[in-house]
């Protein structure tokens, strides 16, 4: 079974020429040379993507209420060979879709209880439920940055992701719930997944330390096109 999340509307190519904040980036439309503000879903440095000169695909907007009338989606990997999604809305759709259509077999014997799961000081990405009745906390971690081969996360210091990390670690030394971390890595051209320790050590440790604890280390690859975001095959976390 084939789990997307396609666009809307067919998006337009552009060229990167600058990010002013981090959730804008200015653009100039391919076909009619136009300069153009495009909202950006990600707060992550994306300095290796985004580079002036660089390929990217915005998506117009139909809410005539928004401040800018497109939205960054796609560009290319540093090798000009494939795709990269550049909005972190994407993963959290691609895997509750994934959920409720029982397709992801880290899962098996887990069902979709709900997303957006308050739990403590926190909000869950998602709630998943065994037939003992016992619960799995789920996070996503959106995933773009590439070495060799290997995705990387974060891209930029997360104190709330090392929290959080931190937070299932002990969640799982408990028998109440278990809880599971899915990086999903938003290209195609990648093997496997490591924290980015030369950027946020802290968060690097507390990932060691929640696997070492209990709590289940996941990575998924996504197809990437035109028309869409797909779910791809697993692959290891090296923590």
Same mark, same amino acid.
């Given at each position: ?7 809307? $509307?067919?998006?337009?190519? /552009?060229?990167?020429?600058? $990010?002013?904040?981090r959730?804008?980036?200015? %653009?100039?439309?391919e ?10 879903a ?12 660089a390929?990217?695909?915005? !998506?117009?907007?139909d ?11 796609? %560009? ?24 409720? /259509? ?16 308050? !739990?403590?000081?926190? $909000?869950?990405d ?29 891209? /930029?210091?997360?104190a ?7 937070e299932?670690?002990?969640?799982a ?33 507390a990932?060691?330390? /929640? ?10 690859? %996504? $197809? ?16």
């Amino acid at each position: 079974m084939t789990i997307q999340v396609g666009f809307p $509307r067919p998006l337009t190519k /552009a060229v990167f020429l600058e $990010r002013p904040n981090r959730f804008v980036v200015h %653009c100039q439309l391919e076909e009619t040379k136009e300069k153009v503000a495009a909202h950006l879903a990600d707060p992550g440095r994306l300095t290796e993507l985004l580079l002036p000169g660089a390929a990217v695909w915005l !998506l117009e907007s139909d809410n005539p209420k928004r401040k800018t009338k497109w939205s960054a989606v796609l %560009c290319e990997n540093e090798e000009k060979t494939g795709l990269v999604s550049i909005n972190t809305s994407y993963p959290n759709k691609l895997i509750e879709k994934a959920l409720q /259509a029982g397709v992801l077999e880290e899962f098996a014997g887990w069902t979709f209880k709900r997303a957006e799961y308050k !739990l403590g000081d926190s $909000r869950w990405d998602f709630l998943l439920e065994n037939e003992a009745g016992q619960g799995l906390l789920l996070e996503v971690k959106s995933v773009t940055l590439a070495d060799s081969g290997r995705g990387l996360f974060p891209d /930029a210091v997360t104190a709330r992701g090392t929290k959080h990390v931190k937070e299932l670690a002990k969640y799982a030394a408990g028998s109440e719930y278990q809880t599971a971390i899915l990086f999903v890595v938003q290209r195609e051209d990648i093997r496997e997944v490591s924290p980015a320790a030369h950027i946020d050590a802290a968060f690097a440790e507390a990932l060691k330390e /929640a696997g070492q604890a209990g709590v289940r280390l996941l990575a998924r690859t %996504c $197809r990437v096109s035109l028309d869409g975001i797909g779910l791809g095959p697993a692959i290891p976390v090296k923590v």
